[in-house]
C-alpha cells in the first residue's frame, strides 16, 4: 500500500515538472518569437502615393516653409518627431494615444488619396530658368521654392501651399514627393505634382485639409 502511494506520488511530481517544463517552452518561443510584419496592402493604380502606408517609416509636411516630421516606432506607431526651440539638437517625441489616431487616420487616408483630372504640366513657373520648383527638403526650417514667374504658377504647384516627402523604412531617399497647389475652381479639388512628373493630378481637397488639420493639432501639444 505504501509502495503504490510512492509511486502514485513519483508520477504527480513528474506530470508537474513536464507541465512546467511544457509551460516554459511556450513562454521562451513567444518571447524570443520575430514581431510579425504589417502586411503590405495591395496598391491601387488610380491611388496617388507609389508605396503603401505599411511600407512608410516617415514623412515630413513642410507648411509654410516650416517642417513637420512623423516617424514611427519600433512598434509601428505614428509620432510626431519635435524639435525643442532652444536648441535643434535636441529631439523631443511628442504623441499620445489621441495624436496617435489621428496621424495614423490622416497618412491612412493620404495612401489612398485617388487620382482624379490628369492633367499635362509646363513649368512656367520657372520659364526664366532655375531649379526645380520643389525640391527636396532637408533640415527643420525649410525654403520656400523659388517661383520666378509666379503670375504664370496656373496651378499653385510652383509655390506649393504644403509639400509632402514620405520615406520608406530605414531609407534616405524619398518614396514620393508631392506639392499640393491650389484648389480648383470648383473648389472641390486641389491639384498635385509629383516631383519630377509633367503631370500633375486632382485630388479631393479632404486630403490637404487632413493634413493642414495634423500639423494644427500637433503644434496645440
Not at 513519483?10 to 521562451?28: E, H, M, N, R, T
Not at 516630421?69 to 518627431?81: C, I, V
Not at 491639384?191 to 485639409?209: A, E, R
Request: with cysteine; hydrophobic share 40%; aromatic share 10%.
Amino acid at each position: 500500500m505504501e509502495t503504490a502511494v510512492k509511486v502514485g506520488s513519483l508520477k504527480l511530481v513528474l506530470i508537474w515538472v513536464l507541465l512546467g517544463s511544457f509551460a516554459a517552452f511556450i513562454f521562451i518561443t513567444k518571447k524570443n518569437a520575430p514581431i510579425p510584419q504589417a502586411v503590405v496592402e495591395a496598391r491601387d493604380s488610380r491611388w496617388l502615393v507609389p508605396v503603401a502606408v505599411e511600407e512608410i517609416g516617415a514623412i515630413e509636411i513642410i507648411l509654410e516653409g516650416k517642417s513637420h516630421r512623423f516617424e514611427r516606432d519600433k512598434q509601428g506607431a505614428w509620432f510626431f518627431h519635435q524639435q525643442h526651440a532652444d536648441s535643434a539638437a535636441l529631439n523631443v517625441h511628442n504623441a499620445d494615444a489621441k495624436q496617435v489616431e489621428t496621424i495614423t487616420l490622416a497618412f491612412n487616408m493620404l495612401t489612398r488619396a485617388q487620382r482624379e483630372q490628369k492633367i499635362t504640366y509646363e513649368d512656367k513657373c520657372n520659364s526664366l530658368g532655375g531649379s526645380s520648383s520643389h525640391p527636396r527638403h532637408n533640415g527643420p526650417e525649410a525654403a520656400k521654392p523659388v517661383c520666378i514667374n509666379p503670375s504664370a504658377d496656373e496651378y499653385g504647384v510652383g509655390m506649393p501651399a504644403v509639400l509632402v516627402i514620405g520615406y520608406k523604412s530605414n531609407e534616405l531617399q524619398p518614396a514620393f514627393n508631392l506639392a499640393f497647389g491650389k484648389t480648383t475652381p470648383d473648389s472641390y479639388s486641389r491639384y498635385v505634382l509629383p516631383f519630377g512628373s509633367n503631370i500633375l493630378y486632382t485630388v479631393p481637397n479632404f486630403q490637404y485639409t487632413n493634413l493642414t488639420d495634423l500639423i494644427a493639432s500637433v503644434n496645440k501639444k
